[in-house]
């Protein structure tokens, strides 16, 4: 139990288009939904949480106008990227808790890899 | 503010050889602390959770420990599959679910 699904695993996009990555909850509901960037040889950084039906609550520095998270369903939530330069360029992480069963422990999916040329 | 420091950053040990990580916290009322597995390009992978000094939990060659400082993950007898980076985090009573991650050991096992 407590599959995390991200999709794409990877993309490759030109500075200045937008990218919108998913993350699913395969088995469980998910109440809330995070999202964390991680750079080369850095633990993870929370950028956002999301509760269903709710807006995201953004981590301080992180523009909440360049990275839209929606969290649309109990098993469902996006980040876009928007206007993405390569500075953006980096493995994006999403993770999903909630439920009776699983308490409050955070399940991750496998990320995203973003390389913005 | 919650933080979390992992030593040793990087670990090398040869097959069976046990060791054990480290994991220190300073937190306004711990609500849980987790360790996780993360393989290199991929999303962290749950091991643990631990919600109160003297908890232990195993899982084959892992035993995690919690003490009201710090945690430790003991691995007995590695193998080289265990090679990874080894990643700790705690959740404030505050935080709404919010997870403070230290930097992790990066552990290799040499066979």
């Known amino acids: 139990g407590a599959v995390v699904s991200q999709h794409p695993s990877r993309v490759i996009c030109k500075s200045g288009t937008s990218v919108k990555i998913e993350c699913r909850s395969l088995?469980?509901?998910?109440?809330?939904m995070f999202w964390y960037r991680q750079f080369p040889k850095q633990s993870l950084m929370l950028m956002a949480t999301?509760?269903?039906?709710?807006?995201?609550?953004?981590e301080q520095g992180v523009e909440k106008d360049k990275f839209l998270i929606n969290h649309a369903s109990l098993t469902l939530s996006t980040l876009t990227v928007t206007s993405a330069h390569p500075e953006d360029s980096s493995f994006y992480i999403c993770?999903?808790?909630?439920?009776?069963?699983?308490?409050?422990?955070?399940?991750f999916g496998p990320g995203t890899r973003l390389l913005v040329l | 503010e919650d933080q979390v420091t992992q030593s040793p950053e990087a670990l090398r040990l040869q097959e069976g050889e046990s060791s054990s990580l480290n994991c220190s916290y300073t937190v306004s009322g711990l609500r849980g602390l987790f360790w996780y597995r993360q393989d290199p390009g991929k999303g962290p992978e749950f091991l643990f959770t631990?919600?109160?000094a003297g908890e232990e939990k195993e899982k084959e060659r892992l035993k995690a420990t919690l003490t009201k400082k710090e945690s430790f993950l003991h691995i007995t007898a590695p193998k080289p599959e265990d090679s990874a980076t080894y990643l700790c985090a705690v959740q404030a009573g505050a935080s709404y679910g919010k997870l403070t991650f230290g930097q992790g050991t990066i552990l290799t096992v040499h066979p």
């Open positions: 088995d469980f509901q998910a109440t809330t």
């Open positions: 993770s999903a808790s909630g439920g009776p069963t699983f308490q409050e422990t955070q399940y």
């Open positions: 631990l919600y109160s």
């Open positions: 999301s509760n269903e039906g709710s807006k995201a609550t953004y």
